[in-house]
């Protein structure tokens, strides 16, 4: 099967402008989790979807991160405007059972850099 | 609050030498934790889950809930071992927050020849 499927794999962009990340998850998965890690942070938690509904979006850090998954396939995640903080490895993983028990399918990350 | 605590940033060790990555969480409840593995230009894949008990590439974890950890543990390390592995624990049972998994800083394993 296929793995998850992150687009662009690198990003690079100037303050100010918009980028937008794409996440395809495993065929079937309904949930669905962004994470980022900062340079020199931990790996954190953004938001999760179930389907296309947001189950828990604690995570964000602010109104200029929008994420979106319309019919509860691939997701986009939106930066608008990018500033230079927002630079990192953004990851997407999915996992197909409620609980996640089972544990997460990493995909390759995007990395962003805010310039 | 929740916490998770990886000591040691970098972990240096000979081939065929035991290895003990640690971890230890602050969590209320039952938390579920999990180890990741990151090599060398890979994605973050998953290595064992404390559910399971399983024994994965050779490396076991016990989860301890009076001390708090879950320490990684390999008898023998092998070069191919060399990674960041990073505990992760998440909140555990189903509903609202209890998915997401908060990971620790990573250490860093290098097996030498």
């Known amino acids: 099967e296929a793995g998850v499927t992150q687009f662009p794999s690198h990003s690079v962009i100037e303050k100010g402008q918009t980028v937008t990340l794409r996440c395809d998850p495993i065929?079937?998965?309904?949930?669905l989790y962004w994470y980022r890690r900062v340079m020199g942070k931990e790996i954190k938690f953004l938001l999760h979807?179930?389907?296309?509904?947001?189950?828990?979006e604690s995570g964000m850090p602010n109104n200029r991160f929008l994420a979106e998954r319309t019919g509860g396939t691939y997701s986009t995640l939106k930066v608008q405007p990018a500033e230079l903080e927002d630079s990192g490895v953004y990851f997407c993983?999915?996992?197909?059972?409620?609980?996640?028990?089972?544990?997460?399918?990493f995909g390759s990350g995007t990395r962003l850099t805010v310039v | 609050a929740q916490r998770v605590t990886q000591p040691e940033k970098l972990l240096s060790v000979f081939k065929g030498a035991p290895v003990e990555l640690k971890c230890n969480y602050s969590y209320s409840g039952s938390p579920e934790l999990f180890w990741y593995v990151q090599y060398s230009r890979q994605r973050l894949q998953l290595l064992l889950r404390h559910i399971s008990r399983e024994s994965i590439k050779g490396f076991t974890a016990d989860l301890n809930k009076g001390e708090t950890s879950f320490h990684l543990k390999k008898p023998f390390a092998q070069e191919e071992d060399s990674a960041m592995y990073y505990c992760?624990?998440?909140?555990?049972?189903?509903?609202?927050?209890?998915?997401?998994?908060?990971f620790g800083k990573g250490t860093l394993l290098t097996v030498n020849p």
């Open positions: 979807f179930v389907k296309e509904s947001k189950q828990d």
């Open positions: 065929s079937g998965h309904d949930n």
């Open positions: 992760a624990p998440r909140k555990g049972g189903s509903g609202g927050s209890n998915y997401k998994l908060t």
């Open positions: 993983a999915s996992s197909p059972h409620t609980t996640g028990a089972y544990g997460y399918t």
